[in-house]
């Protein structure tokens, strides 16, 4: 995460260095504080010394790759089963489906960046195996959204964001330019014009709860993917969205297991994103 405490602006600088001009009234001669403008100087110098370290180092820890990595149980619904350099992708509704597009890449080492989405859990995002020590949030950008979206892709291999306001062409070729230089790649948390693809859950059942009593424990999902403008053929996947182990996991049914049969599993209650 970036620190900005202590930090201070020039106008601030300025004003707490700049001497007092005379009234041109006469009377006592008010004391005068003796500003040390050269240790200001180096304290300013030291933090954007440090700041600049902390940018060099999120960029030296890029994956060096042309496909991004994303979780296993999605690999099936993105073209080349991984997140293309430069490519956007939009994801409607599930906070977790977009969570589980940063795991992968995250877990390989890469910086990711979530902008304007409060309901980003930090705790569901290390149970899914985002590594938070190279995870910046910025929740509330306000206005900014596109900026700060812009302004992280830089140092950012994926950028999680939701839109909060109209995103023009241009807006969308800038920003793919400067993540095709950067070797980054956008996930939209809602519409986003052109995407490479789109996903988004058209129908989820959740279990775990009995007559009246217990637990949801894992949700069985239908997830679809659809290309830029209908390019791509829809492809459907059946996802455990989440697992009673709350991970994110492709169905797979059980040998010898009846359709709906609990029978060696073992359910408990897990704390996820929606």
Do not use: K, N
Request: proline share 6%.
């Amino acid at each position: 995460m970036f620190e900005y405490e202590g930090m201070q602006t020039a106008a601030a600088l300025r004003s707490s260095g700049a001497p007092q001009e005379s009234t041109g009234r006469s009377g006592p001669a008010r004391p005068v504080r003796r500003v040390d403008h050269l240790g200001d100087a180096r304290a300013a110098l030291e933090r954007i010394t440090s700041l600049r370290s902390r940018v060099a180092e999120m960029e030296s820890t890029r994956v060096d790759t042309e496909g991004l990595p994303t979780a296993e149980a999605l690999a099936p619904l993105l073209p080349g089963g991984s997140i293309r350099v430069g490519g956007a992708y939009a994801v409607h509704e599930s906070v977790l489906l977009a969570m589980t597009m940063l795991q992968a890449a995250s877990a390989a080492g890469a910086w990711c960046a979530v902008v304007g989405v409060p309901s980003f859990g930090v705790e569901a995002a290390a149970a899914a195996g985002i590594d938070l020590e190279r995870l910046v949030l910025v929740p509330d950008p306000g206005d900014q959204w596109l900026t700060v979206t812009a302004a992280l892709a830089d140092v950012a291999q994926i950028v999680l964001t939701r839109p909060l306001g109209r995103v023009v062409p241009g807006d969308v070729s800038r920003l793919s330019a400067r993540l095709r230089q950067r070797g980054g790649a956008l996930v939209a948390l809602g519409s986003w014009p052109g995407a490479d693809v789109t996903l988004r859950v058209t129908r989820s059942e959740w279990s775990g709860i009995g007559d009246g009593h217990g637990f949801l424990t894992e949700r069985r999902a239908t997830v679809s993917a659809s290309g830029r403008a209908g390019a791509v053929r829809p492809v459907d996947a059946e996802l455990l969205l989440p697992a009673a182990d709350g991970t994110v996991r492709a169905v797979v049914p059980a040998a010898g297991v009846g359709a709906g049969s609990d029978t060696g599993r073992v359910l408990r209650p897990v704390a996820v994103a929606s």
